[in-house]
């Protein structure tokens, strides 16, 4: 239950959005409860440092909404925050992470703008032919430094392999 959501390669910050977001904390042998979402406050203003500089930012979307089943006794003691995510109408409930909360807004939207017209091409290609990523097309913009990417394999997008990716999006280098 312990999946990275970032990792950063030298200048390039690496980011899965979604449910990897969700930090959980083991409770006993079989139980774990959420303790947070990434980022924290203060990483939260790494980023956006790291954004204003300049640096790369390679944003990598699973799914919208990302929504995580929980159960009542694990929010137990979980953060307030967390809590307020939670929607019960029965015994299992949902937890909505925040799409890109912890993006400025203007990248929030650009975000699930990418999001939303890659249904087009997934409806129009079949599984086999797609490519495990999908990328934007670069911005004409002064934040071309921050890309976005649609995982298209399940599960979390799996940012330490996506390293070579990235730097092959952002500096051509080896594919």
């Known amino acids: 239950m312990t999946t990275r959501p970032a990792v950063r390669h030298g200048d390039i910050l690496i980011v899965a959005e979604g449910a990897a977001r969700l930090s959980w904390a083991r409770t006993s042998v079989a139980t774990w409860r959420p303790i947070g979402l990434w980022p924290s406050r203060d ?3 790494a980023i956006a440092a790291h954004v204003d500089a300049g640096a790369p930012l390679l944003v990598v979307l699973a799914e919208m909404p ?3 089943p929980i159960l009542p006794e694990e ?3 979980a953060p307030q925050d967390l809590v307020k995510l939670a929607e019960f109408t029965g015994y299992v409930g949902e937890l909505e992470i925040p799409f890109l909360g912890w ?4 990248l929030r939207a650009r975000g699930r703008q990418f999001f939303e017209g890659s249904r087009a091409m997934l409806t129009a290609t079949p599984r086999e032919l797609r490519s495990p990523l999908l990328l934007e097309t670069p911005p004409a ?4 430094h921050v890309r976005f990417a649609r995982w298209l394999r399940s599960g979390h997008p799996p940012v330490d392999d996506l390293i070579p990716a990235a730097d092959r999006i952002f500096f051509g280098g080896p594919s």
Do not use: R
């Open 103 to 106: 993006l400025p807004p203007q």
């Open 66 to 68: 990302t929504i995580v």
């Open 141 to 144: 913009s002064d934040l071309a």
């Open 43 to 45: 990483e939260q203003a």
């Open 75 to 77: 929010l137990i003691d």
